[in-house]
């Protein structure tokens, strides 16, 4: 697999798909692949579990905004917190421990329930994970006065419960987009993801295959290949690997949202995936 050894589904929502758990299947038989992950909203997790484990299904990521039944229909507008929760439970007693949970945190939203996902990343072993607010929204209505910085973000839960970055293997920051933090007393670790004031796309090795085939290189791009237009035109292999790796080749050092000449993306990332 051309030293591609993880492969995560996202969405949108991939378990609207109901066999989607075959996808994980082929997947998890390509020679090379070690893990395969899936983020989901969590609604239609716990039903489809038995099938996705089964099927090689290693991790799970699930997308939560909010801890408060009362605020869950207004941020989410379908299902219930329940749900979630009982998704999360069972996909741990399922051995998919730890279920990373994704915080996207917005100013004056739900930033004031930062203190509640911590004390869940403690109380549970959960890996709670702050995103920055990013441009990506399929509103177009991402203002940077609503993106709570992830230093913010430490510093808050640090005044609570004092943190300690976790060093990574090798030095530096690795490729990963989240930058750990342990509590100093033992009990369990946050991430913060700081796309926005802190990017980090000198270390970023992540490719993006979308629902309709194209390759996207950076989340903040436009610039796709289309690997479905090769694969139906009679494509050979070489042909479609050199495709991707020139995708590859063309990323950029930086996704340039702080230029005052940035353009959001056309299409959301409930279009061209997490």
Partial sequence: MHGVRTVRLTGGEPLVRRDVHRLVSAISAVPGVEDVAL?????????????LVAAGLRRINLSLDTLRPDRFGAVRRRGRLSTVLAGMAAAEAAGLAPVKVNVV??????DDEILDFAQMARETG???????????????????DAVVSGAEIVERISARWPLEAVPVAGGGRGSAPADRYAFADGSGEIGVVSSVTSPFCGTCDRLRLTADGAIRNCLFS??????????????????????VRRSTWRKLAGHGINDPGFLQPARSMSKIGG
Avoid: C, Y
């Avoid at 289309?226 to 495709?243: M, N, P």
């Fill in 39 to 51: 983020s989901t909203n969590g609604l239609l997790l716990e039903e489809q579990l038995p099938q």
């Fill in 105 to 110: 945190v917005l100013a004056g939203v739900n």
């Fill in 126 to 144: 959960r890996v709670v994970r702050f995103i920055e607010f990013m441009p990506l929204d399929a509103q177009h209505g991402w203002r940077r």
């Fill in 222 to 243: 436009d610039d796709e290949v289309s690997v479905r237009d090769l694969l139906r035109s009679g494509a050979t292999d070489h042909q479609i690997e050199l495709a």
